[in-house]
């Protein structure tokens, strides 16, 4: 059994956080709100600055997954201070070749436990209609289908599911 590990990204690592959400948005582009486009022009001090506020949040959560210590996926947390209660979860992928190993749960599943110590109400994402395999991890980790799916991007014919995990009270 391979060794799974979660952690944060380190402040040295804005490289590493670069290539993997590259290789993330090319190897699903129906997957995310941004193109390979978009994130290709991003100067390399975007990418730092953007990374390096990141870090320094404590409403953010740039998570970096492991398998036997070579990065195979990411996940991003995030809170907005304008809406408190609501935690969501972005840019969640794992290396074709690294999945069905529980990385993405447990990717999820940190993301959700530190939701959860922000005492928010809920954590949301947006999944692609169609992309059966996230729809089933993301169920299986306990968000369900929350209103009507919309389009990912504007324009786009490819619809989005916002799914919600709720947290009891």
């Known amino acids: 059994m391979p060794d799974i590990a979660i952690r944060l990204f380190l402040p ?29 022009t991003r100067s390399d001090s975007e990418w730092q600055n953007r990374f390096s506020q990141s870090l320094a949040s404590d409403l953010e959560l740039p998570l970096l997954g492991l398998v036997d210590a070579h ?69 299986r980790c306990g968000f369900l289908k929350w209103g009507d799916p919309h389009p990912l991007r504007p324009g786009m014919t490819l619809m989005s599911q916002t799914m919600r995990y709720p947290f009891s009270k």
Do not use: C
């Not at 690592?13 to 948005?25: G, I, M, P, S, V």
């Not at 074709?96 to 959860?116: C, F, I, N, T």
């Not at 954590?123 to 992309?131: K, P």
């Open 12 to 40: 040295t690592e804005t490289h590493l956080y670069r290539q993997l959400r590259l290789r993330a948005l090319a190897d699903a582009p129906y997957a995310f709100g941004t193109t390979l486009a978009e994130a290709q």
């Open 71 to 139: 990065p195979a996926g990411l996940a991003w947390g995030h809170i907005d201070p304008a809406i408190p209660f609501v935690a969501h979860l972005f840019q969640m992928w794992v290396e074709p070749h690294y999945r069905r190993l529980q990385l993405g749960k447990q990717l999820v599943d940190a993301v959700v436990h530190w939701a959860e110590t922000h005492a928010v109400t809920y954590v949301e994402l947006d999944v692609s209609v169609g992309n059966s395999a996230a729809q089933s991890l993301y169920q």
